[in-house]
């Protein structure tokens, strides 16, 4: 995807690499990767739409607050979500780019 078009992450993603990293040189490795992709941070903005986003959303279909933060996200910077393992989540809410689209 990196050579194809620009990739972006949030700095949630980011954290939890960097929070599995159990020395310096895995530190390093997940520091190379993210060199090569832009990090979303939380603008201020996107504190309405997390909190619209978990007022809208009901049960059983009720997303974590890190899953609100991830579509909130996306869909404040009018980016699609490249996912495969949560796609049946994400695919109602919000685009879904799959590795042939990109």
Do not use: N, W
């Amino acid at each position: 995807m990196l050579t194809k078009r620009p990739c972006f992450t949030g700095f949630v993603q980011a954290a939890e690499l960097l929070a599995c990293a159990s020395g310096k040189e895995q530190k390093a490795i997940i520091d190379r990767v993210l060199c090569g992709v832009k990090i979303l941070g939380m603008h201020a903005r996107y504190a309405e739409a997390v909190a619209s986003i978990l007022r809208e959303e009901t049960e059983p279909q009720r997303l974590s607050f890190r899953d609100a933060t991830v579509l909130a996200m996306v869909r404040e910077a009018r980016l699609p979500l490249a996912t495969i393992k949560h796609r049946a989540k994400f695919e109602p809410l919000c685009a879904i780019a799959t590795i042939d689209e990109i």
